[in-house]
């Protein structure tokens, strides 16, 4: 049996999601990978309302993504469609590494003490970040300065040897014209 899955979020501006639909061989894996868009500002007490859907239904063997109706994951179609909604919760980069599943089964109320350390912390974070991108644009901008500098060096030598070779055939047909003998007086 041959699946076929589509990924929907309730933001989808926030949220960059490759591949947002793909089928899956029997026996074989897929990974779909969710990026966070930078945001300007840090959402208050770092609570998240974003939810993902993940639908999944059976096609045919061998069927390709751009071979998929459009109605394939449209619940009155008649197929059968398998839903798991997906909430969302942050989670601060030092306790990433501890067991995240435990910081999103935590109740909203349960506010840690050093939660306002967390934001700030992540703010630092963000702001180095923004510095970092900052220096690294200007310093691609000076690259581009110099390489446009580079590739334009006044002028080219082709140009410099072909006034050169004029320059010479000039100055040898001056000198022929000027070192050759006068003409002789006419005979009378």
């Known amino acids: 049996m041959t699946s076929s899955s589509l990924v929907k979020t309730t933001s989808p501006k926030k949220y960059f999601v ?5 089928v899956v061989q029997p026996w074989d894996s897929c990974t779909i990978r969710v990026t966070l868009q930078a945001q300007r500002e840090y ?9 993902f859907l993940l639908q999944s239904t059976i096609v045919a063997p061998n069927t390709d993504v751009d071979d998929l109706p459009a109605d394939t994951f449209t619940r009155g179609s008649g197929k059968e469609l398998e839903e798991c909604k997906l909430k969302v ?7 990433a590494q501890g067991n995240a599943e435990d910081e999103g089964l935590k109740s ?16 630092d974070e963000r702001d180095a970040a923004v510095r970092q991108t900052l220096q690294l644009q200007q310093e691609l901008d000076f690259l581009k ?7 334009d060096p006044g ?9 050169g070779l004029i320059g010479i055939m000039v100055g040898f047909l001056l000198n022929l014209s000027l070192s050759s003998p006068p003409p002789p007086p006419p005979m009378e």
Not at 155 to 163: C, D, E, R
């Open 43 to 51: 959402p208050p007490d770092m609570q998240c309302k974003d939810k």
């Open 155 to 163: 002028f080219s030598i082709t140009f410099a040897a072909l006034v």
């Open 18 to 22: 490759r591949p947002n639909t793909g």
């Open 108 to 123: 909203s109320s349960d506010k840690s003490p050093d939660s306002d350390f967390n934001v700030q912390q992540l703010k």
């Open 145 to 151: 300065r110099r390489r446009q500098h580079r590739n």
């Open 89 to 95: 919760f942050y989670v601060s980069p030092s306790s």
